[in-house]
């Protein structure tokens, strides 16, 4: 199976910044969007921005201008680098992808839409 693992949390001051990346492993066929969420203590899973195998991307208005998605299809890995951080932002930040796996047979293909484990950014003086 297709397996995500977050990376690049930690404890930082208000306006510092953090590069979250999560990586993408197992019999992958293809990627299609990958993308970041996040989960406050007490508030429901919300969207932080998503990213297309081609580039496009998309962002809570709560982070635009301050966070930047980006990935690296040959290395299947996705980054969140975010700047400007304010204690809001504090959450766990989960990474999300779907796409194609395959098992023994790599003409056979099964989508997937797998999440990582979560990796926690607290922003704090």
């Known amino acids: 199976q297709v397996q995500l693992v977050a990376s690049g949390g930690g404890l930082v001051q208000p306006g510092g910044s953090l590069r979250l990346s999560c990586a993408a492993s197992g019999n992958i066929f293809s990627i299609n969007d990958m993308g970041w969420h996040r989960q406050a203590p007490g508030k429901q899973r919300e969207l932080v921005a998503t990213i297309t195998s081609g580039g496009s991307t998309n962002y809570a208005d709560s982070v635009k201008g301050r966070f930047t998605i980006s990935r690296d299809n040959a290395k299947n890995t996705v980054y969140l680098q975010m700047n400007s951080l304010k204690p809001e932002d504090t959450a766990v930040y989960y990474c999300?992808?779907?796409?194609?796996?395959?098992?023994?047979?790599?003409?056979?293909?099964?989508?997937?839409?797998?999440w990582g484990q979560g990796t926690q950014v607290t922003v704090s003086s």
């Open positions: 999300n992808a779907g796409g194609a796996e395959y098992r023994n047979d790599r003409n056979v293909r099964y989508g997937f839409d797998r």
